[in-house]
């Protein structure tokens, strides 16, 4: 009785409606609550769907994983083996142009590319709003109408109303609609699964070329921080 009620009736209802996300993850999942106990650290749902073969959940010092505690246990008594957890990113000198490893660091560390990514967009959000109240008021209240958090997620997880107020905001703003379509680019990398790794490489290139061309200070600078991904 307590599994399904914990793990269909909490994890897999609340865990896609209420709560809090670490992860852009292509779909509703949410954390419900930052200490995992009531059923092994499921309760960090969006940290499970963004890492899904991660032995480990909690993902942010203030989140509990009493599941993580258990293995770790285990695993001192020889009776488990961690064979995978989520990647934690390692940034290097920004090299001057993305080389095959700095792809396979970015694809290894996607949802915290995108995390970072999402920061930049609602630091241009606040700036533009900031810049439209002096120049043109009606744009800044058209602009407001939608909230940072909608211009960084995926477009799959957006109801049809959201689809709607977005379409009808971004004119309002060049530099936000580019940064939207840059970010749905940027997702695109490593979702070409038939591509090969070499033309995977040079489409990154190419992304970080026309960011650093782009005359957005914010978009310029993730491109400078995407390459130091190692």
Known sequence: MWIPFWAAGVINGIGHYWGYRHWPTADASTNIFPVGILIGGEELHNNHHAYPTSARLSAKWYEFDIGWLYIRVLAALGLAQVKHVAPRPHLSA?????????????ISCRYDVLARYAKSLKTIYGEEIAELRRSAPDEARALRSLRPRLLARDEKTLREDERAR??????????????????????????????????????LQDWCERADASGIRSLAEFSQQLRRYA
């Open 166 to 203: 977005l379409a009808a905001a971004l004119p309002k703003s060049r530099t936000l609609q580019t940064m939207v379509a840059m970010r749905r680019e940027l997702a695109a990398v490593w979702g070409r699964s038939t591509a090969s790794r070499e033309q995977l490489v040079r489409q």
């Open 94 to 106: 920004a090299k001057p142009v993305v080389d095959l490893q700095t792809l396979q660091a970015v």
